[in-house]
């Protein structure tokens, strides 16, 4: 299995041994990465995880493997030739196709007719046998007692033999699931009577596209409408091609008394078995394949999100905008903790109210979320700040994801007494004062960044989705003083019960004072603090190496170099001189490498540094603030915030994002959006056309485009041809 992961992931097998000895030992992905370079050969977190995954897939493969030659070894059926064909097999299709004879199913006409005493007849029609006649033959098959009447009866009970026998070679299985692949064409049909209910597929109302080439936004777009009964959905082959195939592998004669029953049974065998059942083994195949690339889109697009600037720890008044129930406002100090509240109403608006108590509060930034009335808001805003005793900043704030965590358990937890809307506009706040913080106590799938996701395999997007908010966490690290538990329970080794138990030991006992008191917390063990604790930071500890990325198991080492050059590990921190002053040559040694050494001394440079970007907030143009506000040749400035396999996203400031198609993201071609453009992004476009009636906005980065003057909806696509309408895929 080493060798196998190896050669299919271009990786030295002894860096693959390494990872899964790891992994056997119960060592994470993050602390493997982190530290443990040297056993690794360097391995970073993706290939680390490509190797987790193919492992399981191996495992579940051989497991699988094991069960059907076990399976066929009790019908006392498996022969030499039989294992040594599973034993080749490196798909887990390639050995249910080889399974498929032997597999228990439901009775069919092949075993009906088999019960009839036909099999021999059907031996005659494989074999194409000569020098007998054909009716003769059959005749001497006539059974009343078990329902053959006559030679016709006895002919296509065998034919059905046949067929099922040729439908069940795994060779033209997978030929003829090669064909599906090369030259298969997805087509899409609007069912009758449908054609209003289902308008926002009408794209796919006469669609088709190679299955080679259909991008995977599609495919799903296709199987949604199918699943809503709107379209009727079929993958067309070249049958008469397929046929030919047959014929030739099942070496017709044409001079042979039993060549017509063959091809007879040929023709049934395709049409009634093998196209229905490889169809749908395709479809199966290729909904694996636009899943995984629609996660892949939808976790790249959260990580991008994730690592967004944070404000970092100032004051913060976080507003929930709303017209009927009014603008709610939470105000929360610079470690996120909420203090007061206020609600203000847009259509009579108490300025000397909210004046009160934004001065009180002073903020260094207002966020305002980005929902409905956000621009009213932000209007109102600016004009009562013009007269307050401090300056701030203004800075529109996604709402994705906020009403879900209102409502959701851990707020619940947080704030007990506060109104849903009051707790939105606290998350809102602490969006801005540090997004990945907060963002992890959402369920990911409710951010809104992605595609289809509601619609691709759930365990895989919940996985793949897992990793990227673990991925995130443990790459910026945790303060352990302030972190909440959903944030904890994603640092390695921790999880949500030991995370909640964290919390309550630091409310019961007092903050910690160092890393190892970590070890005081119930089920906090040895092997946990190894895996999690270089993750965690202190930065009022009392060992100063407890606010950094070094993890204490090198203390000793770091406390050696400090020793060796004739100062206090303190005074090593921060200090750039001391530094360069440490040859790490001298410390190499057993399982302590340069990467290690050169990670401890950038953490030393500049301990526990945050990785993500410094933040800088969005320009958004004032004179912009509705839908109406927007003309064709405008040129905006706006946030990404979302990118998809079509496209991508843009907040120029109003309540709907334009949408940037993948035809308008450069002036040269572009293949995949998430190379040009990544969530948060900020970003220059122009306006080509607005769409008022549907409330759609098409842009484009590309230089001296003409734009479009008519706000009519857009032009539908040609019949069969895949539609270039860039809102044809929302």
């Known amino acids: 299995m080493i060798k196998q992961i190896a050669a299919e992931l271009s990786l030295p097998e002894a860096s693959v041994k390494a990872v899964l000895n790891l992994f056997g030992e119960g060592n994470t992905v993050p602390f493997i990465a982190r530290y443990r370079k040297e056993a690794t050969g360097n391995l970073d977190e993706v290939a680390i995880r ?384 540090d997004p990945l913080a907060e963002l992890v106590k959402v369920d990911p799938k409710s951010i809104g960044v992605g595609q289809y996701q509601h619609d691709v395999h759930q365990p895989l997007l919940q996985q793949k989705l897992t990793e990227v908010v673990e991925s995130c966490v443990n790459n910026v690290g945790v303060e352990l003083n302030t972190a909440s538990a959903p944030l904890l329970s994603y640092v390695a080794g921790i999880g949500p019960s030991l995370a909640e138990k964290i919390v309550r030991h630091r409310e019961s006992e007092g903050v910690f004072r160092s890393r190892n008191q970590l070890l005081k917390v119930g089920g906090f063990g040895p092997k946990t603090f190894l895996q999690a604790a270089g993750f965690l930071r202190l930065h009022q500890g009392e060992n100063p190496l407890d606010a950094s990325a070094v993890h204490p198991e090198r203390y000793p080492l770091v406390e050696k170099m400090a020793q060796d050059i004739g100062v206090q590990t303190v005074s090593l921190i921060g200090n750039q001189g001391l530094i360069a002053k440490i040859d790490i040559k001298k410390y190499v040694q057993g399982d302590v490498g340069e990467p290690t050494l050169r990670d401890i001394l950038d953490e030393l440079r500049k301990p526990g540094r945050d990785p993500r970007a410094v933040f800088e907030p969005p320009k958004f143009r004032q004179d912009v603030r509705t839908i109406d506000d927007v003309t064709p040749g405008m040129q905006l400035e706006g946030v990404i915030t979302n990118v998809t396999a079509f496209g991508a996203f843009v907040d120029i400031g109003v309540h709907q994002d334009g949408l940037l198609h993948i035809s308008e993201l450069a002036d040269h071609y572009v293949k995949d959006p998430s190379q040009e453009v990544s969530v948060g992004q900020k970003v220059t476009v122009k306006v080509l056309e607005v769409d008022k009636g549907r409330k759609r906005i098409s842009l484009t980065r590309k230089t001296g485009v003409a734009v479009i003057k008519s706000q009519k909806a857009p032009a539908q696509a040609s019949p069969k041809k895949p539609s270039h309408n860039p809102f044809a895929n929302l």
């Open 50 to 433: 490509a190797i987790q995954d193919r492992d399981a897939y191996l495992k579940d493969f051989y497991e699988r493997r094991e069960v059907i030659i076990q399976s066929i070894e009790s019908q006392g059926k498996l022969t030499d030739q039989i294992k040594a064909g599973l034993l080749k097999c490196t798909t887990k299709q390639e050995l249910e196709d080889i399974y498929l004879p032997y597999k228990p199913k439901r009775r069919t006409r092949a075993m009906i007719a088999r019960e009839k005493g036909l099999e021999p007849l059907a031996a005659f029609i494989i074999a194409q046998t000569v020098g007998v006649d054909m009716l003769q033959t059959a005749e001497s098959f006539i059974d009343s007692a078990k329902g053959v009447e006559n030679s016709q009866d006895a002919l296509a009970g065998a034919r059905d033999i046949v067929a099922e026998n040729f439908a069940e070679i795994a060779a033209i299985r997978s030929q003829i699931r090669s064909i599906f692949f090369e030259k298969g064409i997805v087509t899409s049909k609007v069912l009758s009577g449908k054609e209003t209910e289902g308008a926002k597929f009408q794209q796919y109302f006469e669609f088709n596209e190679p299955l080679s080439k259909i991008p995977s936004h599609r495919y799903l777009a296709i199987r949604r409408g199918e699943a809503e009964d709107v379209l009727l959905m079929q993958i067309d082959v070249p049958e008469a091609e397929i046929l030919e195939y047959l014929k030739h592998y099942a070496g017709l004669k044409k001079a042979s008394p039993f060549a017509e029953q063959l091809e007879l049974a040929l023709r049934d065998s395709l049409k009634r078995l093998l196209l229905p059942s490889l169809e749908t083994d395709v479809r199966v195949q290729k909904k694996m394949e636009a899943d995984q690339e629609a996660v892949k889109v939808f976790s790249d697009n959260l990580g991008q999100l994730l690592m967004a600037a944070p404000l970092g720890e100032k004051t913060v008044v976080g507003i929930d905008p709303g017209l009927r129930t009014g603008c709610k406002c939470a105000s929360v100090n610079a470690a996120g903790k909420f203090l007061e509240t206020m609600t203000f109403y847009l259509h009579n608006p108490d300025e000397t109210k909210l004046k009160a108590f934004l001065n009180k509060h002073k903020p260094f930034a207002i966020a305002i979320g980005n929902g409905t009335a956000s621009r009213e808001t932000e209007t109102f805003i600016l004009e009562v700040i013009k007269n307050c005793s401090f300056e701030t900043i203004i800075v529109m704030v996604s709402e994705a994801g906020a009403s879900v965590y209102s409502a959701s358990d851990i707020a619940r937890q947080e704030f007990p007494d506060l109104d849903l809307t009051i707790r939105g506009a606290i998350s809102i706040a602490r969006r801005l004062q």
